[in-house]
């Protein structure tokens, strides 16, 4: 049997993938066998009518060894 932890993360980047992969970089400094990332929501910041970055909330989804 396998527990399994989910923690909540805010990643930004330049677009959503760089997010998500910053967010999961950051989190497996101090997490080991993370094995999901699902989003919640996504916001977008604009600056004179442009997307700037994104911000990204996720739910990190990790194996709690024994």
Known sequence: MSIVKVIEVLCEGKN?????????????????????????????HVEQGKITSYRVNAKVSFVIEH
């Open 16 to 44: 959503i993938e760089d997010a998500l992969e910053s967010g999961v970089r950051e989190a497996s400094k101090t997490i080991k066998n993370i094995k999901q990332i699902d989003v919640k929501w996504i916001h977008a």
